[in-house]
């Protein structure tokens, strides 16, 4: 990939994850393998009478210490949602809209209750990820082309001005990279487009290395009929990197779950989010949630809802075999593998963001009546 380059864009618009969706929409570009995934015999997917249903056990004992932080005085100009996009020790990073346009990058001190803004950009950001205290985030911006000119940044704490890492330009419809990060790296998808080919690559930044890398590239050949493969969502978490990706084959199309390292490869369509772990991944559809075992010792448990529309997203891999995930927009729930059983986070009522989860900690905002914003952090045990 070159991490600096000039795209000429003949574009319509691109569709962005907002901070309290589910997943990317699939765009009209869709993709062919240059570098294929371990091929292994993956089972057919699990029908429902072959899962078990979890448990409900009510409110959940305590993940660890709760802390609470009162920012409502800091967002008495907001109406809308603001809520942690990482997290170190006792502060918490986020982002913030100024107007139409532009953002800015706060850290909320919980220690003195200070809350300082550290980077300022008359730009969009996209979204912003962090490893310790190193923070990622991207920017976009919309061209005279009707494409999206973007550019991923990095930037430490105690720095006041960031480092270009990668830049593009989103055309054809394909979607601005949205970042993903673990304890180690960050990853992204980088779309190059033209009226015959569609390139998604993964790609990955290490801050221990100080190198992008590319992961794994797959390919669309655009025409009347396509053959090839693209990637139209992604994350990464402890279980690897997972794609989401389409297959055309002379213009048939089949919609595939992946994850790069061959652990799961399944026929998956209609899905609202997804994660992987090391022994299972999480599914998210409507009104229900599915944890598919990835060993022969795991089953394969499901979590159903009383409302069949509602939807589950934001899974997250705890210690000992838990799962944190979000039902609707103002409930989380733990999942316990251990004992098959469900419970619930305690909670105010009000509109719950997705939840972080960084260096042991759980970090998450509500948004109650009369426009309070809470943020909460838990220190899981």
């Excluded at 056990?57 to 907001?78: I, Q, R």
């Excluded at 026929?267 to 992987?276: C, G, K, P, T, V």
């Amino acid at each position: 990939m070159k991490l600096t380059r000039n795209i000429k864009v003949m574009a319509l618009t691109v569709g962005l994850s907002m901070m309290l969706a589910g997943c990317f929409q699939e765009t009209k570009a869709t993709p062919q393998v240059q570098e294929t995934v371990n091929e292994t015999e993956a089972p057919a997917e699990s029908r429902e009478s072959d899962q078990v249903l979890l448990r409900s056990t009510g409110e959940s004992e305590p993940l660890g210490d709760v802390k609470t932080h009162d920012l409502t005085l800091f967002f008495a100009h907001k109406t809308a949602m603001v809520a942690p996009d990482h997290v170190v020790g006792d502060r918490i990073i986020y982002t913030d809209s100024v107007g139409e346009i532009g953002n800015d990058v706060y850290v909320y001190d919980a220690t003195d209750k200070s809350n300082q803004r550290i980077y300022q950009t008359s730009k969009t950001i996209g979204n912003l990820v962090g490893i310790q205290d190193e923070l990622v985030w991207i920017e976009y911006e919309m061209t005279a082309d009707n494409a999206y000119a973007w550019t991923i940044y990095r930037m430490k704490l105690n720095e006041t001005k960031p480092t270009e890492l990668a830049e593009g330009v989103s055309a054809f419809e394909t979607p601005v990279p949205h970042l993903n990060a673990t304890d180690e790296h960050v990853t992204w998808v980088d779309y190059e487009a033209s009226e015959t080919l569609t390139t998604s690559a993964v790609m990955q930044f290490s801050p221990a290395t100080e190198t992008v890398e590319t992961v794994q590239t797959y390919t669309l050949q655009e025409g009347e009929r396509r053959d090839g493969e693209y990637v139209f969502d992604y994350r990464d978490s402890e279980g690897g990197v997972i794609v989401h990706r389409s297959l055309f084959v002379d213009g048939e199309k089949a919609t595939k779950l992946t994850t790069l390292e061959g652990t799961f490869d399944r026929d998956m369509d209609a899905l609202i989010d997804f994660e992987a772990g090391e022994d299972y991944v999480a599914l998210g559809r409507e009104g229900r949630a599915e944890f598919v075992g990835l060993t022969e010792q795991a089953k394969t448990f499901q979590h159903k809802s009383a409302q069949s529309k509602i939807t589950f997203d934001s899974f997250l891999f705890l210690p000992d075999q838990r799962i944190l995930f979000r039902e609707g927009m103002n409930r989380l729930l733990i999942a316990d593998m251990n004992d098959g059983t469900v419970s619930s986070l305690p909670s105010q009522g009000g509109t719950t963001s997705k939840p972080i989860y960084r260096d042991g900690q759980i970090a998450y905002a509500e948004l109650g009546d009369g426009g309070l914003i809470t943020f909460y952090t838990i220190d899981v045990n």
